[in-house]
């Protein structure tokens, strides 16, 4: 067998990924060894062209970061689709959408009046002329999506970003030889809690916390002592540093298989477990006395799934009539 | 208007931190006719953080960029002592300093070995397969190579025991730290530091064997027209030394005098910036000085920021070692400031140097073990927090409502700053090496060394402040001219 041919794309995305698959250390130079990097802007010279100019399925695998926000993102989600065998959504922005897919509460004008100011014959065109030139832009859409939406996916490697024991593991495969059966998502079967240090006795929960608000006991499950943690709504794999640095998780890695909606899971998790023991109707008032206490639902519950959510965004009715 | 008879797009740039583009248009003669840097990205972070929890914004601003996210994680948490009226604790601030600097270290390791250094460590001209860090390792040597693999990993294992992560750090809180870290991990970290103090000066050593010893970087670097007298930006601390987590903003002029000296609150009165129809990041310069177009000098308000303009900057560095460094830097160019666009890879790695030298310092601090991790807060309000990116000056601007969720963003952004300034390096770049049509990978590679030079991080730069800034578009037709121009 030959060497393997690989590829790293970045869409819409921090470069966080990119990076993290160096946070594998020496291991790179087995991946280097076992494998030809076809393409990764990030650190080698490839550019669109020799990428246009593989034959098809001429790739093994690209690791595909970053969601698709302009239609250049979706230009080349396809052509990279059709010049590889199997394609990875590596990352939440990928995979979820991610942080910016909270940038789905607003319409693509009001992000550029907010960016650019309100008069529109300023903002950037998706063609311009500049000193006599020609110049174009890719199309900013209306929507971020998360890859899955534009092409097919086989694997899936979640959180913001990827931590290094599964980006790890996807490389060992990979040397191998042997990468899973296609569908496989590279991290926990079980949800956050099952790795997490902290000791969790389902105490009810009698008043919300932000984490500036009080410092937390750090033996103690974030959630019994009011803190919002998405750990019960979100896949293991990461070893819950985040819990452990004193700080709630905040679902990077996306909801276990069994959920549907995240932020929906993680808001009943929360009703079922807020009380400060009231009975009869004073223990609804007082529950929604409570929950009330939640300044951020969106930014809380759907920091990295909101574009993957059953909420999608906001709904725009000017854009439902415009198409 | 058809001045061109060919078009050449390098598409897209490569080795670098985001989505860019050069367009090139060449005239009959197959000389430059013009350049163009585009920015084909935005992700809308400044209407997507309104709503949200002030304490959340460290670890979501961190996504604006991956490779620097500690600078954005900080630079938020210090806008966030602001709001808050909370100066963290000693002990916090050094936690901190511990691992800012340890970034600071890591991030200009990456750029030598894996960014911009595989053009002169593996050639200009090397085969585009080549020109990268296992062409780096293919030519220094495995034993090289595996150093380098360890010390970035030494960076990254400082910042994870620290700030909790290696990646998107969570540490961060209005007004202190989430956590401190053992003696163990004190322990493992003052071993790193001390082997990165030396691996920084063996860095040192390989650019003055190769890079200083490279015809092309001598030449490069001596090149009058590569050069560009600009304003220069960084912060410094109360002696005028370099400063990476804190301090004032200090602005010198082309010629080195001082334009301006101005603490965090006070930095945004000085930039104005203006939007350009063809690329999706806004153009900052010096209010006061003016935008004169894409040019150099003391009449242009064009300034730069990162490694080269810190150095040019500051009084001092302000670690003996460095400061050692520094002023060989200073002999070879015949004193500062120094213009010399590609003498930012050298100041990189006295920088390199001088962070590596102050995690050494600070993680001896014994502040660092006891006392408070956290500040009282005050009730939310506005602040401006200033740091460092590796790749310049980095501020937030924040407004806080009475439940502290956020109501205005501004972000400036390093990378913003150097926008006109890579424009112009690009086009100074290619006017030098595009003649007679020829365009090879070789030449466009070239080309694409002079915004290497600066380092930037794209999805970074399609920040800048929105909102209460004054801001100039120019309306222009077809044929360049401004039809209209539109001032707020």
């Known amino acids: 067998m030959g060497k393997a041919k690989i590829g790293v794309y970045w869409a819409a995305s921090c470069g966080g990924c990119d990076c993290s698959l160096l946070e594998v250390n020496e291991q790179i130079l087995d991946v280097a060894a076992a494998a030809d990097i076809l393409l990764w802007p990030c650190a080698t010279d490839v550019k669109y062209a020799d990428l246009e100019s593989y034959k098809n399925g001429e790739i093994d695998i690209v690791l595909f970061n970053g969601a698709i926000r302009t239609a250049e993102n979706r230009e080349i989600a396809k052509l990279i689709r059709t010049k590889t065998k199997a394609l990875v959504a590596f990352g939440s922005c990928a995979h979820t959408g991610g942080v910016i897919g909270l940038a789905n509460l607003a319409t693509r004008d009001e992000i550029f009046t907010t960016v650019y100011g309100e008069q529109r014959d300023g903002w950037p065109q998706v063609s311009a002329s500049q000193n006599g030139y020609d110049l174009h832009l890719p199309e900013f859409l209306e929507t971020l999506t998360p890859l899955a939406e534009v092409v097919e996916v086989d694997y899936v490697v979640p959180g913001c970003p990827p931590p290094r024991e599964i980006v790890s593991q996807l490389f060992s495969a990979l040397v191998a030889g042997e990468l899973p059966p296609m569908g496989t998502v590279f991290a926990s079967q079980k949800n956050l809690c099952e790795e997490c240090p902290r000791e969790r006795e389902q105490e009810k929960i009698t008043r919300i916390l932000r984490p500036h608000q009080q410092e937390p006991d750090p033996e103690k499950c974030l959630l019994d002592q009011g803190f919002v943690c998405m750990g019960p709504a979100t896949r293991g794999g990461c070893g819950a540093v985040c819990p452990a640095a004193n700080m709630p998780c905040t679902g990077c890695a996306g909801p276990t298989e069994s959920i549907t909606d995240q932020g929906a899971a993680m808001l009943n998790t929360l009703a079922s477990l807020v009380g400060t023991g009231e009975e009869g109707e004073d223990q609804l008032d007082a529950e929604d006395a409570i929950l009330a206490q939640l300044d951020d639902i969106i930014g809380t519950f759907y920091r990295f799934g909101l574009a993957t959510s059953l909420l999608r965004g906001r709904y725009h009715e000017q854009n439902r009539t415009a198409r | ?488």
């Open chain 2, 1 to 488: 208007m058809s001045k061109t008879v060919r078009h050449v797009s390098i598409d897209p740039i490569t080795r670098l931190e985001g989505h860019g583009r050069i367009e090139l248009f060449l005239d009959e003669s197959g000389g430059l006719a013009d350049a163009f840097f585009q920015i084909p990205e935005l992700r809308g972070f400044e209407r997507f953080c309104l709503g949200r929890q002030g304490e959340d914004m460290p670890q979501i601003t961190e996504r604006i960029c991956g490779v620097c996210p500690e600078a954005h994680h900080f630079a938020s948490t210090k806008t966030l002592d602001a709001c808050y009226a909370a100066p963290p604790p000693p002990r916090a601030k050094k936690l901190r300093e511990v691992l800012y600097n340890a970034y600071i270290f890591s991030d200009h390791l990456l750029h030598f070995y894996y960014l911009g250094g595989p053009d002169f460590l593996v050639g200009p001209y090397a085969p585009p397969q080549e020109r990268n860090i296992l062409g780096v390792i293919g030519k220094v040597g495995l034993e090289l190579g595996k150093e380098v693999i360890k010390h970035r990993g030494y960076g990254q294992r400082i910042i994870e025991l620290v700030g909790g992560r290696p990646i998107h750090p969570v540490s961060g809180i209005p007004g202190g730290q989430s956590k401190g870290i053992t003696e163990e991990e004190r322990t493992e970290i003052e071993t790193m530091a001390a082997s990165a103090v030396e691996f920084a000066q063996a860095t040192l050593d390989v650019f003055k064997g190769k890079l200083l010893e490279d015809e092309t970087f001598v030449r490069f670097a001596s090149q009058e027209s590569l050069a560009l007298p600009t304003y220069y930006m960084g912060l410094v601390d109360k002696k005028g030394a370099v400063d990476f987590y804190d301090g004032d903003v200090r602005i010198v002029a082309p010629d080195g005098s001082e334009y301006a000296q101005v603490g965090a609150s006070d930095v945004l009165a000085l930039i104005e910036e203006r939007t350009e129809p063809w690329t999706y990041v806004k153009i900052p310069y010096l209010k006061d000085v003016g935008w004169k177009g894409f040019t150099a000098g003391p009449d242009s308000g064009v300034y730069r920021v990162g490694p080269l303009a810190r150095l040019n900057a500051c009084k001092e560095i302000g670690t003996p070692l460095a400061q050692t460094e520094y002023e060989v830097f200073l002999d070879y160019f015949g004193g500062g400031p120094v213009h010399a666009t590609f003498a930012y890879h050298w100041a990189r790695l006295i920088e390199m140097l001088s962070a590596a030298e102050r995690t050494a310092a600070f993680i001896t601090d014994p502040t660092l073990m006891e006392g408070p991790l956290r500040a009282p807060l005050g009730e939310p309000g506005e602040g401006v927090g200033v740091i460092e990116a590796a790749r310049g000056t980095l501020i937030h601007h924040y407004g806080l409502d009475d439940r502290g969720l956020i109501k205005s963003v501004n972000l400036v952004v390093a990378t913003t700053h150097n926008v006109a300034a890579i424009s112009l390096s690009i086009k100074e770049m290619a006017k030098a090496v595009v003649k007679d049509g020829n365009v090879d990978q070789g030449i466009l590679n070239l080309v694409e060394m002079s915004f290497r030079n600066y380092d930037p991080c794209l999805a970074c730069a399609t920040h800048a402040l929105p909102g209460q800034m004054p801001l100039i578009v120019d309306v222009r037709g077809t044929d360049g001219a401004v039809r209209q121009r539109i001032e707020r």
